[in-house]
């Protein structure tokens, strides 16, 4: 990981089925990396706490993370936890297509 940045995992059975790294932070956002295993279901403690990392013990006003155009299942995710599209960056993306940059405001947030 980053100096800096902090990370939670989800375990199950032994085995690391989630996990979210926060970087970037500023005072106002920080950046959410996540990770989980396709079809392992997650905790609702254990999604609060991703939540509630950002929003209440950092105070910010946003979490921002960003998914390749063509990462459907990722994108899909996202929007499931709340996140709204914010900007596209046209061919930023390993493939040459596009990267969606999305956001979670606290006030949206329906975890904390």
């Known amino acids: 990981m980053v100096a800096g940045s902090k990370g939670i995992g989800l375990e199950r059975d032994g085995e690391l089925i989630a ?3 926060y970087e970037g932070y500023n005072t106002q956002n920080v950046w959410m990396h996540v990770g989980t ?7 609702m403690e254990y999604l609060r706490y991703c939540f509630y990392y950002p929003f209440v013990e950092l105070d910010c006003k946003r979490v921002s ?10 994108r899909r995710f996202d929007e499931h ?23 979670m405001r606290r006030e949206d947030c329906r975890y904390v």
């Open 19 to 21: 996990g979210v790294v």
């Open 81 to 103: 936890l709340g996140f709204q599209q914010e900007a596209v960056l046209k061919g930023a993306a390993s493939d040459g297509g596009d990267v969606i940059l999305y956001v």
């Open 65 to 74: 993370g960003y998914v390749e155009a063509s990462n459907s299942a990722a």
């Open 37 to 43: 295993t396709p079809g392992k279901k997650w905790t």
